[in-house]
């Protein structure tokens, strides 16, 4: 659920990390969620946005079981971001189901 969740927020997510990516980034590598090859690439990535951008594209690549968790507990670690961390507790994983599989009818 949760990956469904930051998929959604994905616009917001690159445009909001860029500043912290470089400490989530540690802590996933700490947590072995990515791998020192993913560490370089992504500090060889000079603009944070798209720092940001190649993270989350990463993680919903990765065979990891806890990414996101862990990507959500990285967040969390950062006390600027604890908007963030609401939003992302807020978006109601019922509501996100339904808009997934709802499709217009063309009516």
Request: hydrophobic share 40%.
């Amino acid at each position: 659920m949760l990956k469904l969740k930051f998929q959604r927020l994905h616009k917001t997510l690159v445009e909001s990390l860029d500043v912290y990516c470089i400490n989530i980034i540690q802590s996933l590598f700490g947590e072995a969620v990515i791998g020192v090859r993913h560490l370089t690439e992504l500090g060889n990535v000079n603009d944070a946005k798209q720092q940001s951008n190649n993270l989350l594209i990463l993680l919903h690549t990765s065979k990891h079981p806890q990414a996101f968790i862990r990507l959500y507990l990285a967040i969390n670690e950062e006390p600027e971001l604890q908007w963030m961390i609401k939003m992302i507790d807020n978006i109601n994983g019922h509501t996100l189901i339904a808009q997934q599989y709802s499709e217009p009818t063309g009516e």
